[in-house]
Nanobody, 123 residues
Framework: QLQLVESGGGLVQPGGSLRLSCAAS???????IGWFRQAPGKEREGVSC????????NYADSVKGRFTISRDNAKNTVYLQMNSLKPEDTAVYYC?????????????????WGSGTPVTVSS
């Protein structure tokens, strides 16, 4: 069973930056990874994803140009660099793994989930 652990969340002022990490207990080469978030009282939404090969990425419109997803398969870790943060980015952020999503990534049918890391954007 692949285990995922998110880290890097915290409190940041509007306009600030954070880098989230998603560390896996095993090899990630065969997994697409998605970042999701859930704000209080709202449904969970897909934020960004990256294919197992790293060749394909996707971003929600709300974060395009501000967030960057990347991966280091040698370290079994996926990152989400978040810049120009806004109060509406406040949420618990989760990463999830999609087995065999090597060439393309998506936000459905995820096989493994982390427990989340909270991000609060506030002055």
């Amino acid at each position: 069973q692949l285990q995922l652990v998110e880290s890097g969340g915290g409190l940041v002022q509007p306009g600030g930056s954070l880098r989230l990490s998603c560390a896996a207990s095993g090899f990630l080469d065969l997994y697409g990874i998605g970042w999701f978030r859930q704000a209080p009282g709202k449904e969970r939404e897909g934020v960004s994803c990256i294919s197992g090969s790293g060749s394909s990425t996707n971003y929600a419109d709300s974060v395009k140009g501000r967030f960057t997803i990347s991966r280091d398969n040698a370290k079994n870790t996926v990152y989400l660099q978040m810049n120009s943060l806004k109060p509406e980015d406040t949420a618990v952020y989760y990463c999830a793994a999609d087995y065999l999503a090597v060439q393309k990534c998506g936000y459905y049918g995820m096989d493994h989930w982390g427990s989340g890391t909270p991000v609060t954007v506030s002055s």
